[in-house]
């Protein structure tokens, strides 16, 4: 198969979070009955009208500038008129004309490589209810009918699908640090559109543009574009290429293949009107300026911060920024004084284990910073070995009683001159091994270290004894 260029553009809808819907009362939250967050403007009841959702309002301009777009003059809606079973109105309430964000642009980073990916429009929107498909009926849950949606529209900028996947990952981080989204992806609170096409390498002209919808996880998205490629490079290599059409496609996890849907619809065969029941309002400049204010430090910038300022290794500072609440843990840690290189250690490798382990977020672990600490600040000053630290780290866990009713007793040997003399009488009474370990076989330096902590019942410290064994043995 001969390589071609391919060229992908993203779609990328979240749900937002607020108390109520977009433009309806009804409660904002997921929810596993059926049809339990409605009023009857979700089902499109007559002489129900919608009221624009203020909250969301702000946090899509949020995002707008997040993204470096322009902001527009006045904020108005459009209808989106098509029919569908899962859209009750027989149209959706969106932005087509003038959206709350164009022509902005994003940096990632792609394999250590800066790579600046550009955003044709972010807009607002509500999302349909959603089906329920059985071998003989199919169910309509009103539940998602008006839930806030954000729906991002890249550029077709990207040219594999790691580059994709590392953007949506990026993007759903954003949403959490900006509070705009849980991102939930279990909770089908992200779908992806992805349009593939490919060309040749030195050719000018884009090929034809594939749609594939409402991909359900970034794996998937990966699995998608991947065939996407795969199929229309095979149809290009056999002369083909006429077969390929601008078209619509589902993406089939059991056969990890797409399948057509449908031929491609264009904007105009939607019929776009402006919305006549949310009259248009202009948008106060000095409310951007407060919105703007209120931008978080993001991910990239966090990491740039951990790795330069704090001496994290760019592995550990990945790990961190992977999570909102794993960055704000962190942060909180080293705000109260601990040694940040220490705590990215135990965050990254026991803390996040054992969430795993228990399936819990660390809004649920009991070692909050402050309990994390009274470990933490016994080790750094030598009274504990860090296997004492371990250990008492997993019986707090246990317990769940705080670290420091379990100090008592625990406190390591650090008195230079009592190591020594330890050490001293360990030595005499091991002139053999003495003299096999500088004859060169060096591995009984273990053995020495073994048996000082042998006899001080494992409270010497670990570092001073290696220190004097390693003096004693030149």
């Not at 004084?337 to 660390?362: C, D, H, S």
């Amino acid at each position: 198969m001969n390589k071609y260029k391919a060229v992908i553009g993203l779609e990328m809808h979240c749900e937002m979070k607020s108390n109520s819907k977009v433009f309806s009362s009804a409660e904002n939250s997921y929810n596993d009955t059926p049809n339990a967050n409605i009023r009857p403007i979700d089902m499109a009841f007559p002489g129900t009208l919608p009221t624009v959702n203020l909250e969301c309002i702000r946090k899509a301009l949020l995002m707008s500038l997040v993204l470096n777009c322009k902001q527009p003059e006045y904020m108005y809606f459009d209808r989106k008129n098509y029919y569908y079973p899962d859209l009750p109105k027989g149209y959706q309430i969106t932005q087509m004309h003038d959206p709350v964000g164009v022509n902005g642009h994003i940096t990632i980073e792609v394999d250590g490589e800066e790579k600046e990916v550009l955003i044709h429009d972010i807009h607002l929107e509500e999302d349909s209810a959603s089906l329920d498909h059985y071998s003989t009926i199919s169910l309509i849950d009103y539940n998602r009918a008006g839930v806030p949606l954000l729906e991002l529209v890249t550029e077709p900028c990207f040219s594999s699908s790691k580059e994709a996947v590392m953007f949506l990952e990026y993007m759903r981080r954003c949403y959490q640090y900006c509070d705009v989204s849980e991102a939930d992806t279990k909770k089908g609170q992200i779908r992806c559109d992805v349009n593939v096409s490919i060309m040749d390498e030195d050719a000018t002209e884009l090929g034809t543009k594939v749609e594939i919808k409402n991909i359900n996880s970034f794996a998937n998205v990966a699995a998608a574009i991947e065939y996407e490629i795969k199929r229309q490079s095979e149809l290009k290599d056999a002369g083909r290429y006429d077969e390929v059409e601008q078209e619509t496609r589902r993406f089939d996890e059991e056969t990890g293949t797409t399948i057509r849907m449908r031929g491609k619809v264009d904007a105009i065969d939607y019929k776009y009107f402006i919305e006549p029941n949310i009259p248009k309002f202009k948008i106060d400049p000095a409310w951007l300026q407060e919105i703007k204010k209120t931008i978080p430090v993001l991910p990239r910038e966090r990491k740039i911060k951990y790795i330069k300022d704090l001496g994290l290794t760019e592995y550990d500072a990945n790990i961190i920024i992977k999570e909102k609440e794993y960055a704000d843990y962190f942060e909180e840690c080293v705000s109260l004084g601990m040694n940040p290189k220490t705590v990215a250690n135990y965050l990254t490798v026991q803390i996040i284990a054992y969430l795993n382990k228990e399936g819990i977020t660390l809004k649920e672990f009991y070692l909050t910073p402050s309990l994390l600490k009274q470990i933490i600040e016994e080790l750094e000053k030598g009274t504990i070995s860090s296997k004492q630290a371990k250990e008492i780290f997993n019986k707090a866990l246990l317990e769940k009683k705080e670290p420091k009713t379990y100090l008592e007793g625990t406190t390591q040997l650090s008195d230079e001159k009592v190591l020594e003399d330890i050490i001293t009488q360990i030595l005499n009474n091991n002139q053999s091994q003495i003299e096999e370990y500088k004859n060169g076989k060096t591995n009984l330096f273990q053995y020495f270290v073994g048996q000082v902590m042998k006899e001080t019942k494992g409270k010497a410290n670990p570092n001073m004894v290696r220190d004097i064994l390693t003096d004693k043995l030149k």
